[in-house]
Every structure is written in structure tokens, then in C-alpha cells.
Nanobody
Framework: EVQLAASGGGLVQAGGSLRLSCTAS????????MGWFRQAPGKEREGVSS????????FYTAPVKGRFTISRDNTKNTVYLQMDSLKPEDTATYYCAAGRIRFGDPLEPKEYNFWGQGTQVTVSS
């Protein structure tokens, strides 16, 4: 059974930091790219960041570049999202996902096969 367990969300003041974690099981983790997505109420799910299976390639949506850092530990089947300098507009439910992406857009939700349950991030002003 495939499982993606996301954790680390919470309530933080603007300018603060959070570190999200997502631990995977049930599939060959190091064959899959991993992505973080977010969805705010009334908005579509958007790609935040992605990392290739090896960790050598990373991608970020423009609003988070320079503030968020994605990483992975294939020995622990875990992907992380370090979020610094958080802003109220970062408030959303954050999801991790896994996909065997070869030529597609790594920030496009349709490229991903497996999804976690989401963790809430709330940034107060």
C-alpha cells in the first residue's frame, strides 16, 4: 500500500519558519521525483517545489524562490520543505506527491501518481 505521510505544518507569524516532512512507503522512493503542492481555500492546487529522484535537480514556483528549500533523504524515504520568511499568502494546505516524471512539468499536479493527505500551514500577519 502506497502511503505518503506529511507533517510539520502549523501556525506561525509572518517572517517565521516551518519545516515540512513527508515520509513515503509502498513504492521505490528513489525512482520517483517528489513534489510539494499547496491549495488555499477557493484556489486551485499549485506546484510549490519539486526535486528529482537523485536530488540533483530542484524546481520552485516564483513566489517561493529564495525562501523555500526542498531536499530529500533517500535512505529515509523522506522529502523535506524548509520554509523561511513565511508570508500570509503562503497560508494553505500543503501536499506532498510522488511521480515518475521524465519530460513533463515537475510543478504540474497531473504529473504525479501518489499523493499525501496534506498538512495545514497558517501564517498570521
Amino acid at each position: 500500500e502506497v502511503q505518503l505521510a506529511a507533517s510539520g505544518g502549523g501556525l506561525v507569524q509572518a517572517g517565521g519558519s516551518l519545516r515540512l516532512s513527508c515520509t513515503a512507503s509502498g513504492f521505490p522512493f528513489d525512482d520517483y521525483a517528489m513534489g510539494w503542492f499547496r491549495q488555499a481555500p477557493g484556489k486551485e492546487r499549485e506546484g510549490v517545489s519539486s526535486i528529482s529522484w537523485s536530488g540533483n535537480n530542484t524546481f520552485y514556483t516564483a513566489p517561493v524562490k529564495g525562501r523555500f528549500t526542498i531536499s530529500r533523504d533517500n535512505t529515509k524515504n523522506t522529502v523535506y520543505l524548509q520554509m523561511d520568511s513565511l508570508k500570509p499568502e503562503d497560508t494553505a494546505t500543503y501536499y506532498c506527491a510522488a511521480g515518475r516524471i521524465r519530460f513533463g512539468d515537475p510543478l504540474e499536479p497531473k504529473e504525479y501518481n501518489f499523493w499525501g493527505q496534506g498538512t495545514q500551514v497558517t501564517v498570521s500577519s
